[in-house]
């Protein structure tokens, strides 16, 4: 019993760093119809760039804060590439951002090498259940309600959240009223940076990153990002904890190897099971 109390913990702080990644995506992909294959990237170059400041010398708190920063640069700059030339179709956009993850590739092995990373997290543990966890999972789980709670007020109480939700439910009607759908578009990617960036440097210090580890990130958030349906980035949370805990069950009492499948596994499940029940069309238009 206490492995299984162990594992759903361990799952609840992973799965919140899928939450914070797949709500990225989905910012992202309701203001602009693009699924960013990018997002895991962000994450990756996030943790890489925390743990180089902290080798250099910076503190935890501003190393992750200029690193989650830096995401969010590299996350406009894609969203330039992806979707600032207008009439780009979302397609293309698709395209562009797969070639700028895989152009990651290259750039974090020539920067960084191709050795793992990671960094020491919050010290000491907790005792939770009669386990001993670590503090960086109630750090993990803190830090991620207080972000979904920040997004919640950035979406309710500020013109620019209010743009992004209008630009999600109707892009037409939003470009009539003023708003430029572009713009609001950079702003979403750039949002979805800091979110993917928030994810790696709150999970490296638990899992050490690889610059070819941004693969596994995106296919576990964007099966959080369709377990929620890719409707609000609150619905997030609760998909990504689900899947996390899930993940490391099947890590847990099988093999760690298969948590990639299964979040595959499950994402084709959902998708086929929502093509059964609405049309194609439908799907899409909302």
């Given at each position: 019993?206490?492995a299984f109390f162990s594992y759903?913990?361990?799952?609840?702080?992973?799965?919140?760093?899928?939450?914070?990644?797949?709500?990225?995506?989905?910012?992202?992909?309701?203001?602009?119809?693009?699924?960013?294959?990018?997002?895991?990237?962000?994450?990756?170059?996030?943790?890489?760039?925390?743990?180089?400041?902290?080798?250099?010398?910076?503190?935890?708190?501003?190393?992750?804060?200029?690193?989650?920063?830096?995401?969010?640069?590299?996350g406009f700059f894609v969203g330039?590439?992806?979707?600032?030339?207008?009439?780009?179709?979302?397609?293309?956009?698709?395209?562009?951002?797969?070639?700028?993850?895989?152009?990651?590739?290259?750039?974090?092995?020539?920067?960084?090498?191709?050795?793992?990373?990671?960094?020491?997290?919050?010290?000491?543990?907790?005792?939770?259940?009669?386990?001993?966890?670590?503090?960086?999972?109630?750090?993990?789980?803190?830090?991620?309600?207080?972000?979904?709670?920040?997004?919640?007020?950035?979406?309710?109480?500020?013109?620019?959240?209010?743009?992004?939700?209008?630009?999600?439910?109707?892009?037409?009607?939003?470009?009539?009223?003023?708003?430029?759908?572009?713009?609001?578009?950079?702003?979403?990617?750039?949002?979805?940076?800091?979110?993917?960036?928030?994810?790696?440097?709150?999970?490296?210090?638990?899992?050490?990153?690889?610059?070819?580890?941004?693969?596994?990130?995106?296919?576990?958030?964007?099966?959080?990002?369709?377990?929620?349906?890719?409707?609000?980035?609150?619905?997030?949370?609760?998909?990504?904890?689900?899947?996390?805990?899930?993940?490391?069950?099947?890590?847990?009492?099988?093999?760690?190897?298969?948590?990639?499948?299964?979040?595959?596994?499950?994402?084709?499940?959902?998708?086929?099971?929502q093509g059964l029940r609405r049309?194609?069309?439908?799907?899409?238009?909302?």
């Amino acid at each position: 019993m206490n492995a299984f109390f162990s594992y759903v913990l361990h799952g609840i702080a992973v799965g919140c760093s899928f939450a914070l990644l797949a709500s990225g995506l989905i910012i992202i992909y309701r203001v602009t119809r693009v699924v960013n294959l990018a997002q895991g990237t962000f994450a990756v170059v996030a943790a890489f760039t925390a743990a180089t400041l902290m080798k250099a010398g910076l503190p935890h708190g501003a190393a992750e804060l200029l690193s989650t920063l830096a995401a969010a640069a590299l996350g406009f700059f894609v969203g330039v590439v992806a979707i600032a030339k207008r009439g780009t179709s979302s397609q293309a956009s698709l395209i562009a951002t797969l070639g700028l993850a895989i152009f990651g590739y290259a750039l974090e092995i020539l920067i960084w090498g191709d050795q793992p990373r990671s960094f020491a997290g919050l010290e000491g543990t907790l005792e939770l259940f009669g386990l001993e966890l670590p503090k960086q999972y109630a750090l993990i789980v803190v830090a991620t309600l207080l972000v979904f709670g920040a997004l919640e007020l950035f979406f309710e109480h500020t013109y620019a959240g209010k743009a992004l939700s209008a630009c999600a439910s109707n892009p037409y009607a939003a470009k009539l009223v003023g708003i430029s759908v572009v713009r609001t578009g950079l702003l979403g990617f750039a949002l979805g940076g800091a979110l993917g960036g928030v994810a790696g440097v709150l999970i490296t210090p638990l899992s050490p990153l690889s610059y070819d580890s941004d693969i596994s990130l995106f296919v576990s958030g964007f099966a959080s990002a369709i377990i929620a349906g890719l409707k609000r980035p609150l619905l997030a949370l609760g998909g990504g904890v689900l899947l996390g805990v899930a993940e490391a069950l099947v890590a847990g009492y099988s093999k760690a190897s298969y948590q990639t499948a299964f979040a595959l596994t499950l994402t084709l499940a959902i998708l086929v099971a929502q093509g059964l029940r609405r049309p194609a069309v439908q799907l899409a238009d909302e």
